[in-house]
């Protein structure tokens, strides 16, 4: 048995306690790996995407709107779960032209995210997007957003004063000031601005 085996835990039932339009939760009982029992209590999502967009002046297309959950207005980057039958560049596609009223003639996968683990399967898709161009979509029902665009300077000055604290969109700009700051590491990504 490897390292790594010796972390697995096993699903011996599960139970599936709220079915909701986006999210489920289960109550699982599982073997740890000393052979105990326990509970994991977890949400499936169906996953999102999120998009970097980046304009002709330098600036990253940043939204602002009204989150329940916080109770706040957030500072976020375009984003959206993705739907039946998308997958996930097809979902920024759809959720850039919806929140923001561009497109990008040029999208590049960057990574992964995996935002909750600790109770929830959710994966982002991480995007760059640039030569932008107007393609305007009607908002989704109940979405009032404000677009917020700003150079990579100021979006990192709001990071570090914790006016940007969501998750998805810290780890979005840092890639961002990354890509906008480093020849090589765009190269690596076939990424030009």
């Keep these: 048995m490897t390292s790594n085996e010796k972390l697995v835990e096993k699903k011996l039932d599960s139970e599936e306690v709220f079915s909701g339009e986006l999210l489920h939760v289960?109550?699982?009982?599982?073997?740890?790996?000393?052979?105990?029992?326990?509970?994991?209590?977890?949400?499936k999502h169906p996953g999102a995407s999120v998009i970097i967009p980046y304009n002709n002046k330098g600036e990253i297309l940043l939204i602002?709107?009204?989150?329940?959950?916080?109770?706040?207005?957030?500072?976020?980057?375009?984003?959206?779960?993705?739907?039946?039958?998308?997958?996930?560049?097809?979902?920024?596609?759809?959720?850039?032209?919806?929140?923001?009223?561009?497109?990008?003639?040029?999208?590049?996968k960057l990574s992964r995210i995996h935002s909750c683990v600790g109770y929830s399967d959710e994966v982002v898709h991480l995007f760059w997007?640039?030569?932008?161009?107007?393609?305007?979509?009607?908002?989704?029902?109940?979405?009032?957003?404000?677009?917020?665009?700003?150079?990579?300077?100021?979006?990192?000055?709001?990071?570090?004063t914790g006016e940007i604290t969501d998750a998805k969109t810290t780890i979005g700009l840092f890639w961002a000031d990354r890509i906008?700051?480093?020849?090589?590491?765009?190269?690596?990504?076939?990424?030009?601005?």
């Design 129 to 160: 997007g640039n030569a932008l161009y107007e393609n305007n979509l009607e908002e989704d029902e109940g979405e009032n957003i404000l677009l917020a665009p700003m150079d990579i300077e100021q979006a990192m000055q709001k990071v570090f």
């Design 64 to 108: 602002k709107q009204y989150r329940y959950p916080t109770r706040e207005i957030m500072l976020e980057l375009p984003a959206g779960k993705i739907d039946p039958g998308e997958n996930a560049e097809d979902s920024i596609d759809r959720e850039l032209a919806e929140e923001t009223g561009f497109g990008a003639k040029e999208i590049t």
């Design 26 to 43: 289960y109550k699982d009982q599982v073997e740890l790996p000393d052979g105990q029992t326990s509970e994991r209590e977890y949400i």
């Design 180 to 193: 906008i700051h480093n020849y090589k590491f765009r190269k690596k990504f076939g990424i030009s601005i």
